[in-house]
């Protein structure tokens, strides 16, 4: 596995949670829906407050499942692992984003 195609996954899956999950983070004024009860990203811009519940998502439950498991070993496995979780990442935060753009656009 390299850096690109960790960050193209990992784009394709922020992309894939955020789309899963849009309608259930905005409500109809387009705010995010706060699901972090300390309010930590309250005062940050509607996009990043939306990247990082994408992003809490994909850490606590997408990784939890198989075949995740493979694509971790190969990351792993890979001859820069942390370059490559660091894109995986960055594609899954830039995915996240984008579908955010998109959406929400299309509800106005």
């Given at each position: 596995?390299?850096?690109?195609?960790?960050?193209?996954?990992?784009?394709?899956?922020?992309?894939?949670?955020?789309?899963?999950?849009?309608?259930?983070?905005?409500?109809?004024?387009?705010?995010?829906?706060?699901?972090?009860?300390?309010?930590?990203?309250?005062?940050?811009?509607?996009v990043?407050?939306?990247?990082?519940?994408?992003s809490?998502?994909?850490?606590?439950?997408?990784?939890?499942?198989?075949?995740?498991?493979?694509?971790?070993?190969?990351?792993?496995?890979?001859?820069?692992?942390d370059?490559?979780?660091?894109?995986?990442?960055?594609?899954?935060?830039n995915?996240?984003?984008?579908?955010?753009?998109?959406?929400?656009?299309?509800?106005?």
């Amino acid at each position: 596995m390299n850096k690109r195609e960790a960050y193209l996954m990992g784009r394709s899956t922020g992309n894939g949670i955020a789309e899963h999950n849009f309608h259930d983070f905005i409500n109809e004024t387009d705010e995010v829906i706060d699901f972090i009860s300390t309010n930590l990203y309250q005062d940050d811009e509607p996009v990043y407050q939306f990247q990082c519940l994408v992003s809490q998502i994909e850490s606590e439950h997408y990784r939890q499942f198989s075949p995740f498991e493979f694509t971790a070993q190969a990351f792993n496995e890979s001859k820069y692992p942390d370059e490559v979780w660091t894109e995986y990442e960055r594609g899954v935060w830039n995915g996240s984003k984008q579908t955010y753009y998109k959406l929400n656009r299309r509800q106005k």
